[in-house]
């Protein structure tokens, strides 16, 4: 099972939008509105952004939405703080026999 | 709310097995939800490397499949992680988290395992 696809780096200065795309295959992405989405600050542990496609856990803010379309997902980052610049992380279901696939990760730099 | 504590030596010889902890607080295990280890090389993305349900359920990642043995105590509120055999590319910062569904939240903060000789 290969690693989701994700653009290595996005960026988008403060107040504008950026959106990461999160590539895979019918058989995870596609197959399954099971995708999360992880952002990771240096350092720190990542933390639960978006799951089932589109929804936020409680705390997230609704400037986070998420989407998905055919094998792609995407995370939008709307009105972007300082605070949003770290790696994004997505994630499938890819079938019983490999629950959990990971994306490449994207860097999200704030200018 | 549920918190999660990784432990367990930092260094490990090639070749040796690597046996990390997590401990749960403000949740019982055997209550339910999956038990889960992730793993990220420095520098690198996420690998999955494997789940227990409480009941003792285990789903390992078919790449590491053959060296993982995940494992539940209960009456500790803990589980555990073994990996045999490991090799520098076993080098990584090991996250234990829990999963309600098809998601982690929350994670542990993590411990760097090295494996040098």
């Known amino acids: 099972q290969s690693a989701l696809t994700q653009p290595p780096s996005a960026s988008g200065s403060p107040g504008q939008s950026v959106t990461i795309s999160c590539t895979g295959t019918?058989?995870?992405?596609?197959?399954?509105?099971?995708v999360s989405w992880y952002q990771q600050h240096p350092g720190k542990a990542p933390k639960l952004m978006i799951y089932e496609v589109s929804k936020r856990p409680s705390g997230v803010p609704d400037r986070f939405s998420g989407s998905k379309s055919g094998n792609t997902a995407s995370l939008t980052v709307s009105g972007l703080q300082a605070e949003d610049e770290a790696d994004y992380y997505c994630s499938s279901y890819a079938g019983s026999n490999n629950p959990f696939v990971f994306g490449t990760g994207t860097k999200v730099t704030v200018l | 709310q549920v918190q999660l504590q990784e432990s367990g030596p930092g260094l490990v010889k090639p070749s040796e097995t690597l046996s990390l902890t997590c401990a749960v607080s403000g949740y019982s295990i055997s209550s339910g939800y999956y038990w889960g280890w992730i793993r990220q090389p420095p520098g690198k993305g996420l690998e999955w490397i494997g789940s227990i349900y409480h009941s003792g359920s285990t789903y390992y990642n078919p790449s590491l499949k053959s060296r993982v043995t995940i494992s539940v105590d209960t009456s500790k509120n803990q589980f555990s992680l073994k990996l045999s055999s490991v090799t520098a590319a076993d080098t990584a910062v090991y996250y234990c988290a829990t999963s309600e569904g098809h998601w982690f939240d929350p994670w542990g903060q993590g411990t760097l395992v090295t494996v040098s000789s």
């Open positions: 019918s058989s995870d992405v596609g197959g399954y509105n099971y």
